[in-house]
C-alpha cells in the first residue's frame, strides 16, 4: 500500500474509530443500571481477552521471551487504558452528570500534547493549536447547548476528580501506546493489555462485590458486557492503535472531539435527545479542528 492510501486510511481513522469508542457512552447510558460500575469493567476485559486468546494463544506462546521483556509496559497500558479508563467514568457517573464528564474527559488530548511535548519533545506549532481550540470550542457548544450561563453554573463533585483521573489515564496510555515500540503484533499486545488490565482491576472487583454490591450474571449482564467487550473494547481500541500507529499520538488524540459528536447522535437515535442548531455548529468546529490538525501533520511530512 502506498504512502497516499496508507495516511487517507489513517486519516479516515479519526472519524470511524470514534463511532465504536463512543459506544460506550451507551454502556454508560444503560448498563450501569444493571451491572456495578468495578463489575462491567472488569467482566469487559476479562472478556476480551478470552474472546482474543484462542486467535493469539499460539503466537505470545512462542513470543513469550518479548512478554517476559514487555510485561511491565503491558500491565502499565493496561492499567491506564483498561483499569483507570474502564472504570473511573463509570464510577463517575456516579455522582456526576453527563456535562461535567464530557467537558473534564475532553481535556484529553490537551494533556497528551503536553506530555508529549515535554517528555518526548513533540513539537507543537500554531496550525495545531488553532486546530486544538476549534475543537475545543466545538466540543463545549455541543455540551453547553450553545448556553453559556450553563458553563457558569456548573457545580463540580468528587466525581469529576474520577473523570479527570480517567481522561490523564488516557493519555498516558495514548502516548506510551505509541512511544513504548513493541515486537508483538496489534493483536497479540491488545490481548496483555487486556488481561493486565481486568488483572489490575481485579482487587477493586472483590471490594465491590463484598463492600458495595453483587453482580447479578443473569442475560442483561451478558449482554452489557458482551457489548461492552466488542465495539468500545476491542474494535475502538484495535482502530486506534492501528491509526496512532501511522499518526502518532497528538493527532489521535482528536477521535475524543469527533467522539463526543458521535454521543450525541446515539443520544437522538437511543435515548430521544433533540439535535439542535448548536450541535451542527459544534461538529462543523470540531471536523474544521481535525482538518487542521490534518493539514498540520501534512507539512510535516
Known amino acids: 500500500m502506498s504512502k497516499h492510501k496508507t495516511n487517507f486510511f489513517a486519516f479516515s481513522l479519526l472519524f470511524i474509530q470514534p463511532i465504536f469508542m463512543s459506544s460506550n457512552l451507551i454502556v454508560a447510558r444503560g448498563g450501569i443500571e444493571f451491572v456495578p460500575p468495578i463489575s462491567l469493567a472488569f467482566w469487559r476485559w476479562t ?64 494533556f497528551i ?38 458553563l457558569i453554573n456548573l457545580k463540580f463533585t468528587i466525581g469529576d476528580l474520577w473523570m479527570l483521573a480517567a481522561a490523564v489515564g488516557w493519555a498516558l496510555y495514548s502516548i506510551y501506546l505509541f512511544y513504548w515500540k513493541s515486537e508483538l503484533s496489534i493483536f497479540q499486545r491488545f490481548t496483555l493489555v487486556s488481561f493486565f488490565g481486568a488483572l489490575s482491576l481485579l482487587p477493586f472487583y472483590i471490594a465491590e462485590e463484598f463492600l458495595v454490591a453483587r453482580t447479578v450474571f443473569n442475560e442483561e449482564f451478558y449482554m452489557w458486557v458482551l457489548f461492552a467487550a466488542i465495539s468500545p473494547g476491542i474494535i475502538a481500541f484495535t482502530l486506534y492503535t492501528q491509526a496512532q500507529k501511522n499518526l502518532g499520538a497528538s493527532l489521535t488524540g482528536f477521535t475524543l472531539y469527533v467522539f463526543t459528536i458521535y454521543g450525541a447522535i446515539y443520544g437522538y437515535f437511543l435515548f430521544d435527545e433533540k439535535l439542535e442548531s448548536f450541535h451542527y455548529v459544534g461538529t462543523a468546529l470540531v471536523f474544521l479542528g481535525v482538518y487542521l490538525a490534518k493539514k498540520n501533520y501534512e507539512t510535516k511530512t
Open 47 to 110: 472478556f476480551v481477552f478470552i474472546i482474543l486468546l484462542p486467535f493469539t494463544y499460539l503466537s505470545l506462546k512462542k513470543n513469550y521471551a518479548l512478554i517476559k521483556k514487555e510485561y511491565k509496559k503491558l500491565f502499565f497500558l493496561g492499567a491506564m487504558g483498561c483499569g483507570v479508563c474502564g472504570a473511573f467514568p463509570f464510577l463517575a457517573g456516579a455522582t456526576t452528570t453527563v456535562t461535567n464528564m464530557a467537558i473534564i474527559y475532553t481535556s484529553s488530548p490537551i
Open 113 to 150: 500534547i503536553m506530555i508529549s511535548a515535554i517528555f518526548f519533545q513533540e513539537k507543537i506549532n500554531f496550525l495545531k493549536i488553532i486546530g486544538l481550540i476549534s475543537c475545543l470550542i466545538g466540543v463545549f457548544a455541543i455540551i453547553i447547548k450553545g448556553d453559556l450561563n450553563l
